[in-house]
Nanobody, 114 residues
């Protein structure tokens, strides 16, 4: 059974930082491309960042220079370091694994507010 379990969300003030984690099980983690997506109320789910099985990364323009995606294949975990957070970063953040199939986590809420 495949599971992607996100953690690390919460409430943070503008300008603050959070680190999201996504622990995967039931997949061969090292061969999967991993990604973070987010969905704000009333909006479509959008790509935040992806990291390929080979470690190549890609970011949405809105988070470039502020967010960093990384992976630890030994721990089957992907991370999203989020710095200089803005109110418009408020959303539910979802972990995604993609190879032969696509899997999603349950999401973790990130709220940026003073």
């Amino acid at each position: 059974q495949v599971q992607l379990v996100e953690s690390g969300g919460g409430l943070v003030q503008p300008g603050g930082s959070l680190r999201l984690s996504c622990a995967a099980s039931g997949i061969i983690f090292s061969i999967n491309n991993m990604g973070w997506y987010r969905q704000a109320p009333g909006k479509q789910r959008e790509l935040v960042a992806v990291i390929s099985s080979g470690g190549n990364t890609n970011y949405a323009d809105s988070v470039k220079g502020r967010f960093t995606i990384s992976r630890d294949n030994a721990k089957s975990t992907v991370y999203l370091q989020m710095n200089s957070l803005k109110p418009e970063d408020t959303a539910v953040y979802y972990c995604n694994a993609k190879h032969w199939y696509t899997y999603w986590g349950q999401g973790t809420q990130v709220t940026v507010s003073s």
